[in-house]
């Protein structure tokens, strides 16, 4: 009940206005518009029929047809708006086509809100019992605006992406029974209930629409389903899909990693809120990259290649399932109050997204650690790298971390040119975990390492064991939570971190010094490092204050305030020549690393179209890369909280 209350008051304040707008602005259309009915906890009557044909692979449309129970007089249908996990109004309305209703075979016509493209409104007969409702989903050939979710060999299928719902009621509330036909010969996974599934045709057991929307399907034409918890006291399973049948062929050393991360989860968080859990994986260069949460379930995309030769070459794809198989716990069990919505058209709200997906990065991280997925060196790697990028980062001069939270909200799809000076959707997630790591360390070491962060998990994510239906949260709960460990002024210490504005604002790194080590640029790196810091060859952003990259050496990531900028370089440039040697990375690597002893300096032809410059730089710092370097004498608790746990 409680988040009925809660939608209600939202519901209230953002659409307040919308039924008298809606009466005054439509003499033009052919028919007054009715309000759209607010959600209500309320079953909507009978089961809606629902049915997808994802077999039309050459134009990449997906259809649908459904059967709704209606009754006579107004119904208004929608289209989903704010997806799970998207954290915004991401549904893509705009590539939903062919929309037609019928009623025993006469056509209904629907009539768009004026206000609100992802409602539909329909003035049904009396005597009507049911309507069909049939649309397309226009996915896309390449990845430039949407993702690819349908190629020759695999299909992705995000079912609220291919249905519309009736207004007026909990999405909790609305039945559906879904049914899919598959091209010949496919296989899928998808977290729920197959009741059959014959010549492609697979039928489900009847589902809520707010666990059919968090339940997607990967579906392919080479598949393979590993289960990783044998014997577990809930089934876990990897299902792999690619674009080849031989990709899907993980060592048993991969697949005891996976296992490992099975039990390091069960370890930290002593409850399970699913009743199975699918790790969906696509193994591909053709669809488009995904890694989305789910309760019992995870979209994941890697490299072709990931299991048979890119295993230790893809650090990040290595970090991806456990920050997903996190999500289940932190996220969708546990879920911030603004963001447990009654339907998938209500505004969400992102105010603790820096614990929804702040602590789910630091989880994942140390959990990737734990389970041997990666090595100590490489995680600390990768600390060095998030570090490095905050503590360089003059954004915060003018906002905080918490305001990022509401980036979301703007849109996902925009460009960001200066990273560096607007900050963005990556601080929510990287800036955010070093305050976890900051909290993680500060309760270590005034407890005498009897207390972690790992009894929070325990406290805040392991309660109620067993059941999965969400379990909301507010910023209060977390900090009673917290003071449950360790008793400390923890909303100050979060809110001191969180709201950090201004000239005299620093990155939290207190978490990297209290863990036993230092942040320190050196200017060569390991193998390991190489394979965490991918973009090391091109980086230059901690010394001449940029980045290299493609074909025509564009320079880009340009650190706003930092030496090219200073040079006055910005947008548009390609690096020509290094001292008068044709330019590249290896050549504007070796002029940088000699520049510390010579006395010229670095000089740099570059080309915007017909226009060239020639830019000095007195800049004798050589190369910088970050690493993170052992405080000798002082506790390596960073290396304590990256150690399996072995209970
Ligand atoms: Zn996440």
């Known amino acids: 009940m409680k988040r009925l209350l809660l939608s209600a008051c939202a519901t209230a304040l953002v659409f307040g206005a919308a039924p008298a707008l809606a009466q005054v602005g439509t003499p033009a259309l052919p028919r007054p518009l009715p309000a759209i009915p607010e959600p209500q906890d309320r079953a909507y009557p009978g089961t809606i029929g629902y049915h997808v044909d994802a077999t039309d692979l050459d134009h990449k449309v997906i259809r649908v047809q459904q059967t709704i129970p209606v009754t006579g007089g107004d119904l208004t249908l929608l289209y989903p708006k704010f997806l799970p996990g998207n954290h915004a109004d991401t549904g893509p309305i705009q590539l939903l086509a062919g929309l037609t209703v019928s009623a025993d075979g006469r056509r209904i016509e629907w009539l768009r809100d004026t206000l609100d493209p992802y409602a539909f409104h329909l003035s049904i007969p009396a005597g009507v019992t049911q309507i069909e409702v049939a649309f397309e989903w226009l996915t896309q050939p390449d990845n430039a605006v949407w993702r690819v979710v349908m190629t020759p060999e695999m299909v992705n299928l995000q079912w609220e992406k291919a249905l519309l719902y009736p207004a007026g009621y909990a999405h909790s509330r609305i039945t559906f029974q879904p049914s899919i036909q598959l091209p010949a010969g496919w296989q899928y996974g998808v977290a729920m209930d197959t009741v059959s599934f014959e010549n492609g045709r697979a039928t489900f057991a009847p589902i809520s629409l707010e666990m059919l929307a968090d339940s997607p399907m990967f579906a392919g034409a080479h598949y393979r389903r590993i289960d990783i918890d044998p014997g577990g006291r809930s089934p876990i399973h990897l299902n792999i899909v690619a674009d080849a049948a031989a990709n899907i062929a993980p060592t048993p050393a991969q697949i005891e990693s996976y296992g490992a991360l099975v039990d390091q989860a069960d370890r930290l968080f002593g409850a399970r809120h699913f009743d199975r859990y699918e790790f969906l994986l696509g193994l591909t260069s053709r669809m488009g990259g995904i890694g989305l949460e789910h309760h019992r379930s995870s979209e994941n995309t890697a490299p072709p290649g990931f299991f048979t030769d890119g295993f230790t070459r893809n650090f990040g794809s290595r970090t991806l399932l456990p920050h997903e198989f996190v999500h289940s716990w932190n996220g969708k069990f546990r879920r911030p109050s603004d963001q447990l919505t009654p339907n998938l058209n209500e505004p969400v709200q992102n105010t603790l997204l820096w614990v929804y997906e702040g602590q789910t990065e630091y989880w994942g991280d140390v959990l990737t650690g734990r389970s041997g997925l990666a090595t100590k060196e490489e995680m600390l790697s990768n600390l060095a790298e998030?570090?490095?990028?905050?503590?360089?980062?003059?954004?915060?001069?003018?906002?905080?971390?918490?305001?990022?939270?509401?980036?979301?909200?703007?849109?996902?799809?925009?460009?960001?040119?200066?990273?560096?000076?607007?900050?963005?959707?990556?601080?929510?997630?990287?800036?955010?975990?070093?305050?976890?790591?900051?909290?993680?360390?500060?309760?270590?070491?005034?407890?005498?390492?009897?207390?972690?962060?790992?009894?929070?998990?325990?406290?805040?994510?392991?309660?109620?064991?067993?059941?999965?239906?969400?379990?909301?949260?507010?910023?209060?709960?977390?900090?009673?939570?917290?003071?449950?460990?360790?008793?400390?002024?923890?909303?100050?210490?979060?809110?001191?971190?969180?709201?950090?504005?201004?000239?005299?604002?620093?990155?939290?790194?207190?978490?990297?010094?209290?863990?036993?080590?230092?942040?320190?640029?050196?200017?060569?790196?390991?193998?390991?490092?190489?394979?965490?810091?991918?973009?090391?060859?091109?980086?230059?952003?901690?010394?001449?204050?940029?980045?290299?990259?493609?074909?025509?050496?564009?320079?880009?990531?340009?650190?706003?305030?930092?030496?090219?900028?200073?040079?006055?370089?910005?947008?548009?440039?390609?690096?020509?020549?290094?001292?008068d040697r044709a330019a590249s990375a290896e050549v504007l690597r070796e002029a940088v690393t000699a520049a510390r002893s010579g006395a010229t300096p670095i000089t740099l032809i570059i080309r915007n179209g017909d226009r060239f410059r020639t830019v000095s730089f007195d800049y004798r710092g050589g190369l910088r890369y970050p690493r993170l370097e052992r405080i000798e004498g002082t506790p390596d608790r960073l290396g304590d909280i990256l150690t399996a746990r072995r209970r």
Request: hydrophobic letters at 40%; proline letters at 5%.
């Open 386 to 579: 998030i570090a490095a990028f905050y503590e360089n980062q003059p954004g915060r001069d003018w906002r905080a971390l918490q305001d990022t939270t509401n980036h979301n909200l703007l849109g996902y799809r925009t460009s960001n040119p200066w990273p560096s000076h607007m900050r963005g959707t990556g601080d929510y997630y990287r800036e955010a975990a070093l305050i976890w790591l900051d909290a993680d360390t500060l309760i270590r070491e005034a407890t005498g390492n009897r207390k972690s962060l790992d009894d929070f998990a325990k406290a805040f994510f392991g309660v109620d064991d067993g059941a999965w239906s969400p379990k909301p949260y507010t910023f209060e709960d977390l900090v009673a939570a917290l003071n449950g460990v360790h008793p400390h002024d923890w909303a100050g210490f979060l809110r001191s971190r969180l709201d950090a504005v201004g000239p005299g604002a620093r990155a939290p790194l207190d978490g990297i010094t209290r863990g036993g080590y230092r942040l320190v640029y050196v200017d060569s790196l390991t193998p390991a490092e190489k394979q965490v810091q991918t973009g090391w060859a091109n980086d230059f952003q901690y010394s001449l204050g940029f980045t290299l990259g493609g074909p025509t050496n564009r320079i880009g990531g340009i650190l706003w305030g930092g030496l090219a900028y200073q040079a006055g370089l910005g947008a548009g440039w390609d690096l020509v020549a290094v001292n």
